[in-house]
């Protein structure tokens, strides 16, 4: 067992309070894990000297800077940020450290994470629900005599029809051109691959047909094709285990980040094709990857998966990055009234997509709903399970466009609205990815108004992310630094002065972190945060409104995209993103696009549950509802004009 | 009125027989019209000098040979071969002329050919069954706005479903690319382009759509592959009318005139590539020539027709030729136990076979049986309305392979039988292919046995071509110069004599005709046509004998291929090819292959009841038959062993 794997137990003092942590762990990420409070701005490069800690017992490695006096470092002061746990040790937060409030010590509040969504293949199998959309059989057919001298075709399609019950099988000329070799290659044993239809009356499709016995290898292949990244996983038909996984950036992204700037350069000259070749080639490189890296199937002895053995792709994205995918013109879809080519697509090739597979390999795209409620939120739908719980749920994907689906397995209503990229580090002074460097939890010193930033990675500080601005927003409101209008109330203190953009908050000074200026964050900041999270409050209160509802009625709220797994559930209710209910009731759903599309790889069935759960999507365009912008109007505060709908808030602030 | 158009009265002395024929019309071909015979060897190159007649009242233009003397030509004789009707005459033809026996002058039996089956278009609308495979339809849509701000593809499709009742409805990614523009181009007028099911439970192909209006642009072709040539026609789908006809040989011919030599060559490497090639360059070249020459279309603006608007092509031929354009693999074939590829071919693209025909295009491939019933006699079933007749039929035909189906609208039986090619001219002596100078009837003076030869194009005597050949056996058997085995009965005439392969019956000397020796007839050209017309005939009789039937219950016949149309009825039936029907209920159905294309092109409840047909027809494999050698060994004799079932052979026999 590796030094890393093991586990130390360390207690905190004053506090008393233990926990155990990784071998490796900072001493600062351990203290935040323990809900205690270190001031430390610099954000874990030992440069701003102010999370010093006092090591009662046992030792760590590092831990010593400049800042630290040999005397200090003597006496056991150690930096916490830079202070790595290899064996249990005892350590007091020294006052000055420390988090206090009127004399008391106060806990950093737990961060409530959404519970994943875990989809589980084998409930899948258990339900019956897994049935893949193509299917390989082998059969032995008699050899043709005097007696029997039918055509190689019919002989083919009654040995199908005798062994199973596939009697309308249409093909095309590529296959039939391949059977009379291949019936004779081994004796008239061959394997076909058929895809099934997803409607009982239709007629199956005879894929392909291989000489020999070969119903072991039947692979498929579903894909997320993101705006700002494409992921792909490769599947074993048979078993609907994951084989491999992978994903890289969409290239695109050097055409801009948003979907708005990839149409606009797809509306120039050879723009559209580049878009499609730039986005195939990535798909391409992901295959080529998978392959490389997926285990030879179980009990095989014919070697590694190839290529010509892929026989199916589902693929979801929104509607823009379908439109690109499929050389679609997707120019309306960013002009009012905002109209896209197509929202369902027809099955077609996956070749004919410029995807290096097989002639054969059919591919399907996930249906949209509008031009803004894409492939890949009918595919979240699907893969969180909302289209077959009886829970009345929030669905909610939160981007530069938040998607928004409300309902059950009944009804489904949804919307898109537009929250501009302060989710993910855009429009905010120092905002940034969540790379790392990047802020992404905070808490206070009450007292002092010290920071305790937390980056990732643990490296300096170099810029705020999405989650810590939700953090930070919501921390400064809840102690009163911010008013509901998330103007700073007017305190006196070092950290807190007047900038260009209004007032602003400092989490980290210059020469204590790794930007080349004071990290800050100013009321124009505050302002952008506050509209986005309106304009996602309000289209969920306008959604709820057309069906006749409230948010109190909501049962369950579903967080889809890359931003819902790192969105604290508190945070976001003390501002006011989400609406106030049970954490338990939130869960996380990962990559739903992609688990939607995986699902749609292993099952007929969810294909055909697809179909009904599109026609089941309302879609309503905000931007048409008259009382949307009363809403919008009623939701640019912290929490909201309406208090009521937000009881904990209050109580968390009188706390505090 | 020019001069070839206007008529003459033609008497005939001493016979006093008047016939009206067209002016610049040869005597002897008008006297043959008249039922008499002139003695005429050469065919038409007044060589022999055999042919002379006495003008009586009028003039011929020419007439006069090195064979006519000066004085007898002053007396009014002239060379009826060579002597055109150009106005009202009388001509005595002398007794050394014609054709006499014990003194009275007998008269050339007429020859009966096969009525012609036409194919009514307007019988077909009458009856509902006009409903052509791909429809054009215009729609108005409504223009996008914000309250309607659907896909483009669910406005088109929601357009379609209102206008009629065209729901389920499917389309490929090229159509979906071009949706978007075609609706803007012309304020969303559009004309769509559907491929209707045949089965009204399946779904529409939405093939094409164009901005505007072109619902009266709607094309589509047939065409019949045959070994030797290949025909194909342009049709107006919206009037079911036939704009263009063309028709070449199959430039196959250039590897074989038959079949097998056909598939020997596609066995060989790049073989069946070159096979595919020449046909499919013979088709195109066709449909070019055709676009040529077909007229623009009534009420039409848009000019001549364009190789886009073709939407449909129908295609039927044997099953080699049908494998060969489809690049099966034919081998199979020809080799026991004979097992095509497919009977079956599944809809396609037309391009996909290689024509150039737009994208959309799509090709039908009529149906086959077996490796040697193929789509062509399939087709001919249905261009012969076989298929929906009450009246028990037997269908025919004769080539190289006869095929015979027998049945009606309940039940089709179907075999196919090798013939050799002795009714193309093969395997005979002086036989050759019917073109100019082939001697294709005859008739004999029953006393000197001089031969009346009338060639095709009245050129001088080349050989003898399939109908030339039936007539000559018929009549040199019927006379009494053949015996029931086809061996010549021991006559002393200077026309018959001891030759190489048996006795033989000179038609043409060798300075009479065009060819560098006598033209004859000798008892192993006559075996070979016996055993020809004896495999067709035990075809006949053993596949009505599997089916509980006998000669005597067909109530019809049904002629089809080229030589169809030039057997003459009663020549076939003394020897005993057909069986002995009243000449009346033979029906000629010219090319039944390409008609049966057309009518599938026309009507999709034609397509269906293909299918129908297909399912109906079973098969026999003759070879497989115990009783088909019995059938065989009593049919190599004219008529056959069992006179019984030829009652008028014995008849007529006995009268000349």
Redesign the interface.
Known sequence: MSDTQSKYTITFLPANRSIRVHAGSSLIKAARKAGLHINASCGGAGVCGKCRVLLESGEVRGGRSEKLSAEDYARGYRQACIAEIHEEITVRIPEESGRQKGGLSTDIPPRHHARMHIFDMEDLKKEGIFYPPVEKVCLELSR???????????RLIQGLADQMDRHRL????TV??K???ALRENDFLVTVTIELPVNA?SKSHLLNIQPGRWTHRNFGLAFDIGTTTVYGVLIDLNSGNILAKDSCYNPQMSYGEDVISRIIHAEKPRGLAMMHELVTDAMNEIITKMLKTAPPPPNSSHGPITRDEINSITIAGNTTMTHLL????PD?IRR?????????????RAE??GLTLPHHCVALLYPAI??YVGGDIVAGVMGSGMYRTELLTLFIDVGTNAEIVIGNKEWLACAACSAGPAFEGGGITHGMRAVEGAISDFSINPETLEPMNVTVGEKPALGICGSGLLILVATLFEHGVLNQSGKFNAIDNPRIREGRNGREYVLAWKDECAADHDIAINEVDINNFIRAKGAIFAGITTLLELVGLQVSDLEQIILAGGFGSFIDLDSAMTVGLLPEVDPDKVLYVGNGSLMGAWMSELSNHIRKDVVEVVRKMTSF?LS?VPSFKDQYVASIFLPHTDLSLFPKVEQRRTLR
């Open positions: 043709p005599d005097v007696h029997d001298n039918r055509a190689d075709v019919g249409v093909t095309g000329l039939l051109r059977i009379r070799r009356m499929l050389e679609l013109e309306n009012s009234p905002y109209v896209p080519v197509s929202t369902f697509f027809p099955p077609m004919d997509l509008s031009s365009e048409e």
